[in-house]
């Protein structure tokens, strides 16, 4: 199985910055893709931005041209860079992996969220 860890989420003021890390751990060779989702009080959990089976990365029309999601294999951590930031990107941010795990059958794992709020 795939174990998560969110961090780097935090206060930040309207037009700031800031980046998220997933820290991955487990059956690392299983995953397939792996991406950051988000929810807003009172709404549904919603993609943000993430990689593809062919490891292309796939964002949100909310988000394309202000936030990056990357990655550093070598330390299996997963970045989100979230820059011009908006009261609107305030929600808990949750990184997520799909790995397979044999007989035509996947698996999605969750990490435990990491809060961004976006205010004066």
């Known amino acids: 199985q795939v174990h998560l860890v969110e961090s780097g989420g935090g206060l930040v003021q309207p037009g700031g910055s800031l980046r998220l890390s997933c820290a991955a751990s487990g059956n690392i060779l299983g995953i397939y893709s792996m991406g950051w989702y988000r929810q807003a009080p009172g709404k549904q959990r919603e993609l943000v931005a993430r990689?593809?089976?062919?490891?292309?990365?796939e964002y949100a029309d909310s988000v394309k041209g202000r936030f990056t999601i990357s990655r550093d294999n070598a330390k299996n951590t997963m970045f989100l860079q979230m820059n011009s930031l908006k009261p609107e990107d305030t929600a808990v941010y949750y990184c997520?992996?799909?790995?397979?795990?044999?007989?035509?059958?996947?698996?999605?794992?969750w990490g435990q969220g990491t809060q961004v709020t976006v205010s004066s």
């Open positions: 990689f593809a089976g062919d490891g292309s990365a």
């Open positions: 997520n992996a799909v790995e397979y795990i044999g007989s035509g059958q996947s698996r999605v794992s």
